[in-house]
């Protein structure tokens, strides 16, 4: 393998990406950047539109033996980049890779070179290309996929850059490494009246402030001294008209948990909260559940074979003292299948993921490609 050249390659994939972000479920040209890359390189098999705009590429061995799944996800977001000196900046007006999904594909771009160059011996592996992690529904409708029935992995693998982190330190964590989350969206309906006649109205607005004030401090009294944590993340009132007393409110929430179990009992006791202020104020409401993210759960079999990988490549293994508090809806994998997700670092001045002026690192690429052909190489000898 000349693995400058193959660098240079990935590099290139990269950028491209990086210039032509997409929305989640709106993927499209990056599955059709992706498919053509993965045709150049003799895979067995191609599955295209898994749940969305998924690509799954498959390798397979002569004899029977594990499946195994490496996961990447696909999607960008709706922020405006900031980094104007780069060449290859995004063309596509408020969204970028500030994930670094990007350089999750071109990680995982990396690994169809070397399948195809050397075949596995047993079993099959597949490289997923999976679309809409950011909003939590990409890898639960990959696996609901009539599509996904011949692809059932016995190990299921992933990877996260993590700014904060030196250059390709792995980072491992046994039993929950990310939390479970969950969006709430409360609609608080009561009466609008003339604002010269508020008495006649239903008016949700002191409702709505004392929810605001009363949701975050849930966590404290229902989980005890466990990760628990509610953002109200939005909240409406009304409309702008000043002859108008409002009648209807919403508030979005996002709650969170290290253990799917605690998370549950938070959202119960946000539903009891919300029913009883709006009882008190007479208030009709409605609760919407959406972004649901199961915690990621690692498995130490697989998590052995990451820190055996790792040191086999002299690359530093950190272990995490207390799970991440964001989510990754790679949990859906990890909820079903034998899994892990690890941290992959990606410098210690980077911005933070989301930020408008991340960047993924390209000295990253190969490495973290090498990486899990390394896990692979393990679980086929
Ligand atoms: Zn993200
Ligand atoms: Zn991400």
Known sequence: ?????????????????????????????????????????????????????GIAVLYKGREAGPT???????????????NDDLDYRSTN??????????????????LLPMLASEKPTRGKVIILFQPAEETGEGARRVINDPQF?????????????????????????????????????????????????PEKAISPALAITQLIQS???????????????????????????????PGYAELMITLRAHTNKQLKSL??????????????????????????????LNHPDCNREIIKAANTLNLTVENLKTPFRWSEDFGHFTHH?????FGFGSGLNQPELHNPAYNFPDEIILKGSRLFYQIIKQIDH
């Open 93 to 110: 007006a408020g969204v970028s890779h500030k994930c670094g999904h990007d350089g999750h594909m071109a990680i995982a771009a990396g």
């Open 215 to 245: 949701l975050p401090l849930l966590p404290t009294h229902s989980t005890g001294k466990d990760f628990a944590l509610l953002t109200i993340i939005h909240a409406q009132l009304g409309e702008r008209a000043f002859g108008t007393t």
């Open 149 to 197: 029935e011949s692809l059932i992995p016995d190990y299921a693998f992933a990877l996260h850059n993590l700014p904060g982190y030196n250059l390709a330190s792995v980072i491992v964590g046994e039993n929950t490494f990310a939390s479970a989350s969950t969006g709430l969206i409360v609609k608080l309906n009561g009466r609008t009246a003339h604002a010269a006649e």
């Open 1 to 53: 393998m000349n693995w400058q050249k193959l660098e240079q390659e990935l590099i290139t994939l990269r950028h491209k990406l990086h210039q032509t972000p997409e929305l989640s479920d709106k993927e499209a040209g990056t599955a059709a950047k992706i498919e053509t890359f993965a045709r150049q390189h003799s895979p067995d098999q191609i599955i295209t539109q898994l749940g969305g705009h």
């Open 267 to 296: 959202c119960s006791s946000a539903e009891k909260e919300i029913r009883k202020v709006a009882d008190n104020h007479h208030l009709r409401t409605s609760m919407e559940w959406v972004e649901a993210f199961p915690a990621t």
């Open 337 to 341: 299948f034998k899994g892990a997700l």
């Open 68 to 82: 195994l799944l490496i996961r990447c996800d696909m999607d960008a977001l709706p922020i405006h980049e900031t």
